[in-house]
């Protein structure tokens, strides 16, 4: 539309040669804003991945590479998540991010990948989670764990 | 699966004042259907946002049946497993929900604000309001970080022409629930021409969506 605005006054001064080399900067400026849009989407789409595959706190080498707007878009979107799934039921809440895969056994073993300290289960017991130590857990408390790359699921 | 639910289930229907109650192993099914076909669906399907809440209502009775059961026994392990399928269905259903919301943001909310007063509705109010919510956090932060500092006729982006659109030419598999005739297929090259089938009761197609989109939302067809 700016172009048409642009190519009028050409037109109205008498320059008409200079209505292909409007149209022609405007279709760069288009294109560079297409291309920027597009990245910085991309980079949404990214962050939106890891709030769902790793949690919604992220790891410092992540957040180093996060600007100040797209923390903000973060925290943004991990408030309307969190909104909506509390809301789930009517009012009861759902965790979405939990059961990502068909649940095929209850207990799973799982092997500790680095130390992540003591760790409580629904029965009270305490697990020390030291790295290289094997477990045999009830696999929906495992689940966040297991995508955090702090336990590892062995399957023999 | 349907023994251990009206094992659960004989204690909510007792409750239960509703004139059109479904047996639970019902309602399951109607969440499995719904599932399936938001999982194999191109584009956003109708929200069912009563199956979703009996669900939910279901998925307590169960839990709260399962606290008195004594541990160790092997019952218990059958109905928590039981608990945690269902569970796993439910948080499928309604993740491949929000992940299409996601995708197609624009073209979703302006569905949902042009659709007809009677017309069934496409979102839950609280999917209505993420859906809003994402879209003023993507354009504020596009906004912030990019857009303000172009030249003042480039300072917009519209959504609905940035966004793609989903694919309703997209092929899928359906199961054929209740028969239908003189279904129009529309001709995929410049030397087919148009024709009809009809659709026999349990027999399986894989066609274009946008030919059994409206028989997907009555229920006629089950994609799978």
């Known amino acids: ?27 760069c400026l288009l ?9 910085l989407y991309d980079r949404l789409l990214r962050m939106r991945a890891l709030r769902w595959e790793y949690g919604s706190v992220l790891p410092a080498n992540v957040r180093f590479h996060m600007c100040a707007e797209e923390v903000q878009w973060f925290s943004q979107y991990k408030k309307s998540l969190a909104s909506f799934m509390r809301s789930l039921g ?65 399957v023999s | 699966m349907s023994d251990a639910l ?26 499995e259907e719904a599932w399936l076909n938001e999982k194999f669906s191109p584009e956003l399907l109708e929200n069912k946002s009563e199956v979703v809440e009996c669900v939910m209502e279901q998925l307590s009775h169960m839990e709260a ?20 399928r269902i569970r796993f269905v439910l948080s499928s259903y309604l993740r491949a929900r929000l992940q299409k919301i996601e995708k197609f943001f624009p073209h979703v909310l302006e569905r949902e604000k042009s659709r007809g007063e009677g017309d069934p509705s496409l979102l839950s109010p609280e999917e ?37 659109e989903p694919c309703l030419d997209s092929f899928v598999f359906l199961r054929v629930k209740e028969k239908q005739e003189n279904i129009l297929v529309e001709p995929e090259t410049d030397d087919q021409r148009e024709y009809v089938v009809d659709l026999e009761e349990g027999s399986q197609h894989l066609m274009r969506y946008r030919t059994i989109a409206p028989l997907v939302s009555i229920g006629a067809v089950q994609l799978i």
């Open chain 1, 1 to 27: 539309w700016e172009a048409c605005v642009h190519s009028n006054e050409a037109k109205a001064e008498g320059r008409a040669e200079l209505i292909p080399s409007i149209k022609l900067r405007h279709c």
């Open chain 1, 31 to 39: 294109r560079n804003q297409r291309c920027l849009t597009a990245y």
């Open chain 1, 90 to 154: 009517g009012g009861e809440g759902l965790d979405l991010t939990q059961d990502m895969k068909p649940p095929k056994s209850l207990y799973i073993e799982v092997r500790c990948l680095k130390d992540h300290g003591e760790f409580e289960i629904d029965d009270g017991t305490v697990i020390l989670l030291k790295k290289n130590s094997q477990h045999f857990l009830p696999r929906w408390k495992c689940e966040q764990l297991i995508r955090q790359g702090v336990l590892e699921h062995v």
């Open chain 2, 6 to 31: 009206s094992a659960d289930g004989s204690d909510v229907n007792q409750d239960d004042t509703q004139e059109d109650v479904m047996t639970p192993a019902e309602l399951i099914a109607k969440l």
């Open chain 2, 65 to 84: 049946n399962l606290q008195r059961v004594k541990k160790g026994d092997a019952k218990a392990s059958i109905h928590r497993m039981e608990i945690d």
């Open chain 2, 128 to 164: 209505f309001a993420f859906a809003k919510e994402y879209y003023a956090n993507t354009e504020t932060y596009l906004k912030a970080i990019a857009l303000k500092r172009m030249p003042p006729n480039l300072q917009t982006v519209d959504m609905l022409k940035a966004v793609p």
